[in-house]
């Protein structure tokens, strides 16, 4: 339990890009609301363990399901709700390309940012899952780090120069440099990323003050972040009626850049 709060007490100060902004979740709270409307209590499953989702969905007489493949994540998460001991608030550890639950059981499928935690190779195999856990005519709803067209991949230098110019917040900062190590396959390393902050902290071009920003954010991991085109061409596969949601904030400019997809599994 000590460890548990010794972790959550870290994560608590970690915001966007990693959590949800209040603006993207009040868009969540949206197609929770259409879903309640459709369902008197609906069954809804979450990839990943974000709280403040899974607080939103029990909120709203939802029995909310969370599946991760990181029991420390899963039982962090857990402990930072503020629903944790409600009896329709269930946590399984699994993975989301082989979820070992039923088909065709779930009105709604929520996530945040599951597939940026993913390399693009996954995505498929996750999408496919969801589709066979949802209903026929269930939603699914996620935000997804991704690219415009018109997109370029930034250098750290010019990334750093503008923050401490105060042209871009912190936020927007640790939001477009996750993509300075953006390969061919649109496919981020957090660890290669954090090398380099590494390296730079080392040569005195980052103060702590700085790298106590970055650190949270580093892992050994990798990140997608493809073009907007190509995940609304891979999910159009799968589902209908796909669109994208953006929300919006006065400080951190790049939560504009998420989407937040929504779609419909087909009735038939």
């Known amino acids: 339990m000590e460890k ?15 959590r949800p902004t209040k603006n993207q979740l009040l868009l969540y709270k949206e197609v929770i609301c259409k879903t309640v409307a459709l369902h008197k209590s609906p069954n809804v499953l979450v990839l990943g363990a974000t709280p403040e989702l899974r607080d939103l969905c029990i909120e709203h007489n939802c029995k909310t399901t969370a599946i991760s493949p990181g029991k420390m994540a899963l039982q962090t998460m857990t402990y930072m709700m503020k629903y944790k001991n409600h ?34 190779e996954k995505h498929e195999p996750i999408i496919k899952e969801v589709h066979r856990v949802l209903k026929p005519g269930g939603f699914f709803f996620l935000r997804s780090f991704d690219m415009l067209e018109h997109d370029t991949k930034p250098e750290l230098e010019d990334l750093l120069t503008k923050w401490r110019k105060k042209e871009i917040t912190a936020g927007d900062f640790l939001y477009l440099s996750v993509k300075v190590s953006l390969d061919e396959n649109h ?54 009626d796909v669109s994208i949601r953006f929300a919006k904030d006065p400080v951190i400019k790049s939560v504009e850049q998420d989407a937040l997809y929504f779609m419909r599994k087909p009735k038939t």
Not at 4 to 18: C, D, H, M, R, S
Not at 207 to 218: L, R
Request: charged share 25%; hydrophobic share 35%.
């Open 87 to 120: 009896p329709d608030n269930i946590s399984i550890e699994n993975n989301w390309s082989n979820m070992l639950i039923s088909d065709k059981i779930h009105d709604l499928v929520l996530t945040d940012m599951a597939l940026t935690g993913n390399p693009c």
């Open 187 to 240: 496919n981020i390393s957090q660890a290669k990323n954090f090398e380099l902050f590494k390296k730079y902290y080392f040569e005195g071009k980052f103060t702590t003050e700085e790298v106590k920003h970055i650190k949270p954010y580093a892992s050994e991991g990798t990140m997608s972040c493809p073009h907007r085109k190509d995940m609304i061409k891979l999910f159009s596969t799968f589902f209908e």
């Open 4 to 18: 548990l709060k010794e972790i959550a007490k870290v994560l608590e100060q970690i915001g966007f890009p990693a």
